[in-house]
């Protein structure tokens, strides 16, 4: 049982910075293809970044490209989102998700989701 849990959301100002952790369990790491989407309020989820099962792969939507980074940390069994400079249009939940590869993933090819962590960007 694949199981995904976000943490690390919170209220940061305008030029912020947060970084969100993913502890997974029900799978190992290297066998799964993982990502983040978020969705804002009245609005659809959309695809923020994500990391290749091995090789060191990522990749990211165009909203925060330089600004978000992806990683993951084997032995923790953790998926991460370090985002800097945050932007009021950051405001949304974050989901954590695992998908069979990178190529798909974007366009929302996913096979499980957690139940979001909320960030929030204002002033």
Known sequence: QVQLVESGGGL???GGSLRLS?????FTLDHLTMGWF?????KEREFVAAI?????????????KG??????DYAKSTLY???NSLKPEDTAVYYCTT???TS???AGAVDAWGQGTLVTVSS
Not at 22 to 26: K, L, N, T, V
Not at 53 to 61: E, L, M, R, S
Not at 67 to 72: D, G, L, N, V
Request: charged fraction near 15%.
């Open 22 to 26: 993913c502890a997974a369990s029900g």
């Open 38 to 42: 978020r969705q804002a309020p009245g």
């Open 12 to 14: 940061v100002q305008p």
């Open 104 to 106: 798909t993933i974007r």
């Open 52 to 64: 290749s099962k091995v090789g060191g792969v990522t990749i990211y939507a165009d909203a925060v």
């Open 99 to 101: 998908a069979s590869s």
């Open 67 to 72: 600004r978000f980074t992806i990683s993951r």
């Open 81 to 83: 989102l370090q985002m």
